[in-house]
T-cell receptor, first 109, second 114 residues
């Protein structure tokens, strides 16, 4: 079983739509959680950390459910520039990270 | 955030040869990480490069195939040895992100082995 699992998509949505991604992780001892964004042929870049209390950054909201071992990312009012692959990342011991295979988002005009 | 550069940005190599990838960080860091991202796949950690000690390799990766150097706190190299087409991948180095406990990545080296 993979450490981190994501639906690869693609999610094809119109501009302005709300879209949500989920990610599940297998190790209940996981300590840190993140969403990264990766544009085509570019390196991953941190989008946001995910906390148990949930956190919001503009149009982006991340949630963590430790009991069910899943993480979610909600994007409201999608923009064309949101088109990318979104990677779910789970950390252990603050220096070991496992990456999901990514969920591809295409926002269409 | 740290500024990380990698050289080369891309290369096309013949099977059986070796390529050394360089990673330079603009600040001193204790740990540097090397990842591989194969086409259509996610990132897989190859090894952790610690200054002053041998690198720590993940399951499935060995020093003979991926020797790593870490001569100081701002620099590391990864060599992909005796390459085969299966080694075609993007290789990324990363460093810890400080208080956020996350990582910052270099721009990656895109390797194609013929």
């Amino acid at each position: 079983r993979k450490e981190v699992e994501q639906d690869p998509g693609p999610f094809n949505v119109p501009e302005g739509a709300t879209v949500a991604f989920n990610c599940t992780y297998s190790n209940s001892a996981s300590q840190s959680f993140f969403w990264y964004r990766q544009d085509c042929r570019k390196e991953p870049k941190l989008l946001m950390s995910v906390y148990s209390s949930g956190n919001e950054d503009g149009r982006f909201t991340a949630q963590l459910n430790r009991a069910s071992q899943y993480i979610s990312l909600l994007i409201r009012d999608s923009k064309l520039s949101d088109s990318a692959t979104y990677l779910c990342v789970v950390g252990y011991n603050f220096n070991k990270f496992y990456f999901g295979s990514g969920t591809k988002l295409n926002v269409k005009p | 955030s740290a500024v990380i550069s990698q050289k080369p940005s891309r290369d096309i190599c013949q099977r059986g040869t070796s390529l050394t990838i360089q990673c330079q960080v603009d600040s001193q860091v204790t740990m540097m990480f090397w990842y591989r991202q194969q086409p259509g796949q996610s990132l897989t950690l190859i090894a952790t490069a610690n200054q002053g000690s041998e690198a720590t390799y993940e399951s499935g990766f060995v020093i003979d195939k991926f020797p790593i150097s870490r001569p100081n706190l701002t620099f590391s190299t990864l060599t992909v040895s005796n390459m085969s087409p299966e080694d075609s991948s993007i290789y990324l180095c990363s460093v810890p992100g400080g208080s956020t406990d996350t990582q910052y990545f270099g721009p990656g080296t895109r390797l194609t082995v013929l």
